[in-house]
């Protein structure tokens, strides 16, 4: 049996920290293949960022305690030293992060950063390095790059300035892609035009992409699959089509509906989801969405509150973690799809 | 017919570029709101849209007159502030508040909840000291947090609940007029939708005028009956919400509602159709070109090297 | 850049006059200074004297004007045009003090120009505020940031402690302690004398002669610069772009120096620009620990005697000292952080 190209394996990372141990991500799995998608969908403490991180092993030397297996490529990543991993970050598996400006260095120049991601994994002349800069910054569609290189971060404008992350990140032809929240901190117009350039490269170089987001518009747009996470799990996993029409878990549909969009009844109030997402040092000791589902009478006894949900297969591909029944499971329906257009 | 509640007339904001020769002069301006004209009727809400840029926080920080606008008038229940001094301010603070954005800095981490919502209660001295605890513990419910936590600091409460306090401050006064700029921005999503829900309800019940301010046109259009588009300084367009989201007159607008990534429209037909707005890179090069060129000139002039930026 | 720099300059300039200025005003506010100056066995002819010597029976706008033609073209002292033409009539030209530009003043009490007095003063300050600062800023920052990359573990505890301790104790205990006990008693090392540094074979008799004062100094600072290299490369270590760094896969050798240092240099440059300044001026007591004679030594012994000249020209020098590293500061700053030098 051929593994999936990458496969995490119940990944565990925890923090130590004087108030207790913060529980980031609880055992979570999922794969990928190359020139495909993967969304993974949270909000603040889901444990997205954090289990992607370890991915690239930007944990390592931190207090972290982390288990599990990441294979990528037939090789598990947490297995290796942090030597032959920092030989891979930035060649094999890459990422870009939320807000270019503060993740750039102020006080180099564009060209030189990103130049830098080439010289360290290949050994040619700061000449070629420049050249092969100014090519990816072209390939991004920087205007002028052969001006611009010489610029400095401030000097760019935010989707400008996210391109070059972008070229950075796809200067080493990775196979992995791992992109946090990239477009959240720009403009609409501008995240369109990075989503379209994400898509473009993936479907030129073959990259596997992980796009980490808190937004269900960009996750329909653009990922094949979708991971849910809830207080660093799993909660759901499918494809794209499958969970934004038929949810299976409550915290999904509640997060398909709290969201308005430029279709929806305007006089009809939100629907958010009530209460606040847990604190990852004291998560409750069933199932973590528990107290602010608003479907938990539905399940006998008190299975909710006292015992957690296992990651379950509902139907080929589509997996959950829930103790809704499959009876119960038609009730979680967003607005139809045949109502609107 | 009586005056609308505020009324904006030709409002402009100029920041001046100063040139870095020897004796620094004045050489252009960056016209944040160049020209924004509009009115709000009591208990109405106006949304103002843009991308970052548009001049659209700008006009919000003049509204409250935390800036002084270059020139226009800003006509509040008929009388222009646009030019009062701090004096002449200070009883009109008590009607148009301001909602900020990032939850985690607009409040003072080393006053307590009671303390920050109290503040105007001090300031304006309209209720005596007995009455102030009685009144923030009204306001902490009004915005859905528990009254008897008045005494607890702003990192004890998440981000919906920090919102909820800088919501609850805005209404120690009984406002009539509300600006709130990008108010759910920094929120989780499941969030936001709570403290639309609140805002809405507090409309309907105290009867506030919303100037609302935000880039999520869904979000905008689900609050205010009446929108207008910035882009560079200028409104391009101002209609109510259906017309406006199903028949956009401007280039702009149809532009930007394209670009909204939708996940409903995307289960329907894939991809949607992305218009481009092919003027927003040239006219936004244009004005900063003409900058740009203004100040490599002056530097010319100087004789010192500028460096030509794209 | 130029632009930059000139406008500094110019503005330095500016400051400098306005500051001898108000140097000026203070010490004339009290009256006519002769008498203070004059000393235990003072009397009206001596303080006559005095005047006539230094001119302070002139109004204060034309003293001002004499003292700041005197910095640019030079002056003769005595100031009193009389005393000067008795001199000449009395064979006693040679009597007649010729002070070259920029003539700063003249010290009765040592019968020598300020100019003199201040440059014999400066070898030796200037070797102490050197050579500390070398040894200060070279160990302060490398163990600042060993302090930093340690974080929480016993060699960094053991820093913050020590640094701790070593600030809390005062400079002259430092100094003492090299001068009593590692020269005087123990016999670790040699007596500490000045030996001035003329060509480069006396390097390293100067070099002997100036540690254990430059030492003393040197410590004190160093504990405040390992705490200030610690908190802001350690401030500098949480930013996002050092996890862009590590994410690019950059040895982590890089992201320390590369990326972390270079961001918590401008507020040491700025800090170690404002230490030196203050060094030049003089360090009082560490001078007078080791008896050498500095401007910090030279200072204490005019304040004694009410040597107004010599204490004009002090602070001119001090203050011109500060207004010049301040500059320096500046432009380093413009140099290290791209953003101050070109706009948006």
Known sequence: MTRPFLSVENLVVHFPTPDGIVRATDGLSYTLEPGKTLGIVGESGSGKSVSSSAILGLHRGSSAQVSGRIWLDGVDLLSLSDREMQQRRGKDVAMIFQDPLSALHPYYTIGNQVGEAYRVHNDVSKKAARARTIEMLDRVGIPNPQLRVDDYPHQFSGGMRQRAMIAMALINDPELLIADEPTTALDVTVQAQILDLLQDLQREFNTALIMITHDLGVIAEVADDVLVMYAGRAVEYGSTRQLLTAPAMPYTLGLIQSVPDLLSDVNEPLKPIPGNPPSLLDLPSGCAFAPRCTFKHLVPDDLPDTVMPELEEIAPGHLRRCHLQERDLSKLTPVPIGELA | MSAPLLEVKDLTMHFPIRSRGIIPRTVGHIKAVDGVSFTIGAGESLGLVGESGSGKSTTGRLITRLYEPTSGQILFEGHDIAKSSARELKPLRREIQMIFQDPYTSLNPRHTVGEIIGAPLEIHKLVPKEGRLRRVQELLEIVGLNPEHYNRYPHEFSGGQRQRIGIARALTMSPKLLVADEPVSALDVSIQAQIINLLKDLQREMGIAFLFIAHDLAIVRHFCPQVAVMYLGKIVENAPRDELYSNPQHAYTKSLLSAVPDMRQAMVGGRRERIRYVHDVEASAASTAAAIAAKDAAAAKAKTPSKPSA | ?344
């Open chain 3, 1 to 344: 850049m130029l632009a930059f720099i000139i406008r500094r300059i110019l503005a330095g300039v500016v400051m400098v006059v306005v500051m001898i200025f108000v140097v000026f005003a203070l010490f004339f506010a009290n009256g006519n200074p002769a008498i203070n100056q004059c000393g235990r066995y003072c009397t009206p002819e001596k303080v006559e004297e005095i005047t006539g010597l230094l001119g302070y029976d002139k109004s204060i706008p034309e003293q001002f004007t004499l003292f700041v033609s005197g910095i640019f073209v030079g002056r003769d002292f005595p100031v009193n045009d009389e005393y000067r033409e008795a001199l000449i009539e009395n064979g006693y030209e040679n009597r007649i003090v010729h002070c070259a530009a920029p003539c700063l003043g003249y010290s009765q009490s040592d019968q020598k120009t300020v100019n003199q007095l201040l440059i014999k003063a400066s070898g030796p300050t200037l070797s102490l505020a050197v050579l500390s600062f070398v040894i200060w800023i070279f160990f302060g920052i490398l163990i600042g940031v060993i302090a930093a990359v340690f974080k929480g573990r016993w060699l960094d505890k053991i820093v913050v402690g020590s640094t701790l301790v070593v600030y809390a104790l005062p400079v002259f205990v430092i100094g003492t302690f090299f001068l009593q006990y590692v020269a005087i008693k123990w016999q670790l090392y040699p007596y500490p004398r000045f030996e001035p540094l003329r060509e480069p074979a006396d390097i390293i008799p100067w070099l002997t002669g100036i540690l254990l004062p430059a030492l003393t100094l040197a410590l004190f600072f160093m504990a405040a610069y390992v705490r200030y290299t610690r908190a802001f490369v350690l401030e500098s270590l949480s930013e996002d772009y050092i996890r862009t760094a590590r994410a690019k896969g950059l040895p982590e050798r890089t992201v320390l120096f590369k990326h972390g240092l270079r961001s918590a240099l401008t507020p040491l440059v700025t800090l170690a620009g404002l230490d030196f300044a203050s060094l030049l001026a003089g360090a009082i007591i560490t001078e007078s620990v080791f008896n050498y004679q500095g401007m910090g030594a030279l200072a204490v012994k005019a304040n004694n005697n009410q040597d107004l000249p010599v204490l004009i020209g002090l602070v001119i020098v001090g203050a011109t000292a500060v207004i010049v590293m301040n500059i320096i500061v500046d432009i380093l700053y413009a140099y290290i952080d791209p953003r101050v030098r070109i706009a948006k």
